[in-house]
């Protein structure tokens, strides 16, 4: 399939697009599917990765294993004309790295709807599985919806945020659906694109990069294999995990654990210089100080990483204007 080129281009604020992910969220319920199982719904996956890559170098600070393996799992994965599996990605992270705001830029650059597009499902806890005593009406909900979505379009994107608030038990109706199976519950969902986002893991990660820093190594020499087990126990240990005691884990059907960084004070001055730019407006030399100046760093003697992350990049420069 042609890939539609739509470009790097500067995003709306970064506030805005992050709240974008909210609205899309809260725009459906499981009760309403926008594609009847019934009804053809015409596929409106039109990947871009030139602008994937290029919105990712620009706009994504300090995240260089990331971008890495996600635009790797990506490419592989749309250029397989017959995929064996769908795409399992777990992203984890310190609050404000980034995690939802690539979850938006493949939205964007792999729908022509971006989040609005019927094909892309966002699942949040709090607004989808809120009580926990519904937990069995959720898991029928949930895979009659995965199921019926897949059936109108293969090329679906699901994207499920803050997994670590999320009932253990209900993701495990989804096994099924992300093994090697041809075929289930008379759905071919090969093509399909899971991604779960939580903080787990978060302090196990910022703990081996402050190691690192300690050793004088530098962050961009950090490989992936030093993160995937610690991410993998963090997750296997926190109960209040929707993976916890999960199949999903133990018959390793995740393709990848996405590891964000916390982010430094040069990756927050880069996140306000972006949002500057992205607001039509000048560099500032007060309004970046004033942003950092701030911004809460830790640990307390290295003041080293940012509390949380850009999360309020775009509001504390609102407020310094």
């Known amino acids: 399939m042609a890939a539609v080129r ?58 260089h294993l990331a971008r890495a ?8 994965f749309v250029q397989d004309p017959a995929p064996t599996k769908p795409l399992v990605l777990s992203l984890h992270g310190w609050t404000g790295t980034g995690k939802s705001y690539v979850t938006s830029l493949l939205a964007h650059y792999l729908f022509r709807g971006g989040l609005r597009s019927p094909h892309v499902h966002h699942f949040s806890p709090v607004i989808h599985f809120p ?16 199921q019926g979505n897949l059936t109108a379009c293969s090329r679906s994107l699901f994207l499920f945020d803050e997994m670590d608030k999320l009932a253990p038990g209900l993701i495990e109706v989804l096994r099924p659906f992300l093994g090697s199976s041809w075929v289930v519950y008379g759905t071919n969902y090969r093509k399909a694109i899971f991604i779960f986002i939580s903080n787990t893991g ?21 490989r992936v294999q030093e993160l995937e087990p610690v991410i993998s126990q963090a997750v296997l240990d926190n109960p209040n995990h929707g993976f916890w005691r999960s199949g999903i884990m133990e018959e390793h059907l995740l393709d990848a654990l996405v590891p964000f960084l916390p982010l430094q004070r040069h990756h927050v001055q880069h996140c306000v210089l ?48």
């Open 274 to 321: 972006n949002e500057l730019a992205q607001l039509g407006l000048e560099p500032r030399d007060e309004v970046v100080q004033a942003v950092l100046d701030s911004t809460t760093f830790f640990p307390e003697d290295e003041q080293l990483f940012s509390s949380n992350g850009c999360k309020t990049v775009a509001s504390r420069i609102a407020f310094f204007l």
């Open 131 to 146: 009580h926990p005593g519904h937990l069995e009406r959720y898991k029928k909900d949930l895979k009659s919806w995965v």
């Open 69 to 76: 393996l996600v635009v790797k799992a990506l490419k592989a």
């Open 6 to 63: 739509r470009g790097c281009r500067p995003w709306g604020s970064l506030l805005g697009l992050l709240g974008l992910v909210s609205a899309a969220a809260a725009a459906w319920d499981l009760t309403s599917l926008r594609c009847n199982f019934g009804a053809f719904c015409e596929c409106d996956f039109r990947p871009d990765f030139q602008g994937l890559e290029c919105d990712l170098a620009q706009h994504l600070a300090g995240q």
């Open 202 to 222: 978060g302090e196990q990660i910022n703990q081996l990069v402050l190691e690192a820093w300690r050793s004088r190594r530098e962050r961009e020499e950090i």
